[in-house]
């Protein structure tokens, strides 16, 4: 978190690892735009090891693969690896993995097929 103007802002890898799942495939632009302001994986891996953000990694590893960074998304999968933690990439921008979420977003979705 910084502090600008007396108001708190949280730093973009922060806001990255705080992201839900569903908001890369609700705001897919947004979250393309702020993926691609990323340069290196060393900008976010520091609060990824530092919170033991295994699946948080996963996905923002696939987030990044989804854009066309494979370096940093490597990088991501490598560090967290190296580190010990058991990371599966997954790419969150994929709408299809809302078809088996359990109960009612599952339901909608099927029913719009």
Do not use: W
Not at 66 to 83: L, S, V
Not at 91 to 100: E, G, V, Y
């Amino acid at each position: 978190m910084e502090i600008k103007e007396k108001i708190r802002v949280m730093t973009l890898p922060a806001a990255l690892i705080s992201c839900a799942p569903g908001y890369y495939s609700n705001n897919a632009i947004e979250a393309r735009a702020a993926l691609s302001i990323i340069s290196d994986a060393s900008e976010i891996l520091h609060k990824l090891l530092e919170g033991g953000h295994s699946t948080v990694a996963g996905r923002l590893a696939g987030a990044f693969r989804n854009i066309g960074k494979n370096g940093i998304a490597d990088n991501i999968i490598g560090a967290m690896r190296d580190a010990g933690y058991s990371t599966t990439e997954n790419d969150p921008f994929q709408k299809s993995q809302l078809k088996n979420a359990p109960g009612f977003t599952g339901d909608l979705e099927t029913l719009h097929l």
